[in-house]
């Protein structure tokens, strides 16, 4: 709700500023939402002990709310993961899931992945800058609430923690949505 | 949601272009137009604000006044050429995704009369917002000039009917008259947030003030119009009219409107909330009627080549409003109205209108200028025109309520009595800071 509002009248601002052919770009600080709620951070364990859970719970981003009508022309994904390894050596992937309903988060496929090879006792930074999302994912940032969720799946016997320093989506909207 | 979005965005697209809107005017004649928007004669505003003018002669042979002017509405053919679906046309359609408000707004601002030869463009630059948990940024880039710091609005006061008879200067009617007044200002956040990308703040109110008025009557009026020095040819003209302003109803309301935000920006237990707050008081129609006195004065000298005139209307005229219901409106997400007052008494006041004119005119060459304000600041014409033979050359320049500086040129050819008549017009109505210009094409008749 609150989204809507300060959208509304940024984005009415924005046409009365005559942005009617030029394009309107939102930098949404994903991570920022997560951080609040401690959700950047996701243990993960290899093999998976059966009941321990690989994801974060559900979270929620506050959108734009432009309206199934508009197109969105490009979603650029960056930000960087640590893997924290404490011990074992294997792999690490890092998953990202987004969705508009909170309970098919994580059925879908993810909108991205990053992989980290991860040694005994180091961290591995892995930025990450996903150019464009696919097709189909576009149409979720027009909606006026976003859920995300975050998986780690290991493989080898490792243990550690993945820890999100930064997560930002830029969305271009193609038409004019006004 | 997008429809809401919308209809609200066009709405303040309107209100944030109601200054230039209102500092141009819709100007029928390519001749005026060629001038600046310069009145001489009996025509444009001259007689409609100094009533002095009802008794000066027309002088159509002396400054090739046209008896009747009849715009040839170029503009429609070319916006019906680009548009000649409107009822389906998807740029007028909210809900389709081509719906161009930019278009919408700016066919509003400059109806389709004339042709519009260059169109003023509308900024192309990118637009960004910055959104986090705790964060909105928005930058509107070279666009961000166009928010408008000051007050702007839109106000009129007309009078449009007036029937009546006269004998030898002494004229008896009665005379409808309408002001309204719309105003808005963006408070300071607001103007931050949206002109200098100040992130928004917590707990902080965004909002505009925002003034409205309505009101309408008749007025039954003496006025006397007539010559009391000098013959046909020049002379010493005065005028005057004695209104007895009746109220039929007006509505007024002031206040703030926007939203506050919570403890955080896009998250925590307070969302934003909107906000306003408004003192709404009127009488409708059918309450007791509104009264009041007021008048016009205007006088014009004409000597040789020379013609001096000043006007100046509603002079005086507050209209006393004896059955008056003042109510409170606060809304906080829910809407609540508190009744303050009924049956009180209140007052309001017909802006004072005046206009000043000056015309020179030798041989085949008519020069002018004109000062006009109608309670929204002075539009100030300066123009003239050089007759040579069969062909008329125009040229004027004006500075609008704004005080921005427009230009105006033309020409025209005549063929007995009929003339052709050509102007060209800058403004700067559009949403953009550059200006367009407007050809205007008449037919007059002699």
């Not at chain 2, 697209?13 to 928007?37: E, F, K, N, S």
């Not at chain 2, 002088?59 to 409107?86: E, M, N, S, W, Y």
């Amino acid at each position: 709700m609150r989204a809507k509002w300060l959208c509304l009248v940024a984005l009415t601002a924005a046409a009365a500023a005559g942005c009617g052919e030029g394009r309107a770009i939102f930098d949404i600080d994903v991570f920022s939402f997560l951080s609040a709620t401690d959700a950047d951070t996701l243990p993960y364990v290899g093999p998976l002990p059966p009941g321990v859970p690989d994801t974060i719970p559900v979270q929620t981003i506050q959108s734009l709310g432009i309206g199934s009508s508009s197109l969105v022309d490009t979603v650029r994904i960056t930000g960087s993961v640590d893997f924290v390894n404490a011990t074992g050596t294997g792999n690490v992937t890092f998953q990202v899931f987004f969705d508009t309903a909170k309970s098919a988060v994580y059925t879908g496929t993810p909108a991205f992945s990053v992989a980290g090879a991860v040694t005994p006792g180091a961290t591995t930074s892995s930025p990450f800058d996903i150019p464009d999302l696919p097709t189909a994912l576009k149409p979720l940032f027009l909606a006026s609430t976003v859920y995300v969720g975050i998986r780690a799946s290991a493989t080898g016997t490792i243990q550690g923690t993945a820890k999100l320093t930064a997560l930002r989506a830029r969305i271009v909207i193609q038409d004019k949505f006004f | 949601m997008r429809t809401f979005v919308v209809g609200l965005g066009v709405v303040v697209l309107l209100g944030g272009a109601a200054a230039p809107a209102a500092a141009q005017w819709l100007v029928t004649d390519a001749r005026r137009i060629g001038m600046g928007g310069l009145s001489l004669g009996r025509s444009g505003s001259l007689e409609r604000y100094n009533p002095a003018y009802r008794a000066v002669d027309a002088r159509a042979d002396r400054r090739g006044q046209p008896k009747v002017t009849i715009p040839i509405p170029l503009g429609i053919i070319q916006f019906l050429h680009d548009h000649p679906h409107l009822s389906s046309d998807p740029a007028f359609d909210p809900k389709s995704r081509s719906f161009n408000p930019i278009l919408v707004v700016n066919t509003i601002l400059n109806l389709p009369l004339y042709l519009e030869i260059k169109k003023a463009p509308t900024p192309t630059n990118d637009v960004a917002f910055t959104i986090g948990q705790d964060s909105l940024m928005v930058n509107l880039g070279a666009a961000a000039k166009l928010v408008p710091e000051d007050q702007f609005g839109i106000s009129g006061s007309s009078r449009p009917l007036s029937p009546g008879f006269g004998f030898k200067g002494l004229r008896v009617g009665v005379m409808g008259w309408v002001h309204n007044d719309a105003e808005f200002q963006l408070e300071d956040n607001l103007l931050g947030f949206l002109r200098d990308s100040v992130p928004a703040q917590h707990r902080t109110f965004y909002g505009s003030f925002v003034h409205g008025t309505v009101e309408a009557g008749f007025a039954p009026t003496v006025s006397y119009a007539g010559r009391i020095a000098g013959d046909s040819t020049g002379g010493f003209y005065v005028g005057g009219a004695l209104h007895y302003y009746v109220g039929v109803g007006y509505g007024r309301t002031d206040g703030l409107a926007g939203f506050i935000t919570g403890d955080t920006i896009f998250a925590g237990s307070n969302p934003v909330t909107p906000d306003g707050r408004t003192l709404t008081q009127y009488s409708k129609p059918g309450n007791t009627l509104g009264h009041g006195i007021g008048g016009d004065i205007g006088i014009a000298w004409v000597s040789g080549p020379i013609e001096i005139g000043v006007g100046v209307n509603d002079i005086g005229a507050t209209i006393t409003w004896p059955d008056t219901r003042l109510d409170s409106a606060f809304y906080r997400d829910s809407t609540y109205s508190v009744p303050v007052a009924n049956h009180v008494e209140t007052k309001t006041k017909l802006p004072v209108s005046y206009i000043a004119n000056l015309a020179y005119t030798v041989g085949n060459t008519t020069l002018g200028a004109d000062v006009l304000n109608t309670g929204r600041g002075s539009v100030v014409h300066v123009g003239g025109e050089q007759r040579v033979g069969l062909f008329v050359v125009r040229g004027g320049v004006a500075r609008d309520q704004r005080k921005r500086i427009e230009f105006g040129f033309g020409g025209g050819l005549r063929f007995g009595g009929l003339g052709l008549d050509v102007g060209f017009w800058t403004h700067t109505n559009s949403l953009s800071n550059e200006r367009g210009i407007t050809m205007a094409t008449s037919l007059s008749i002699y």
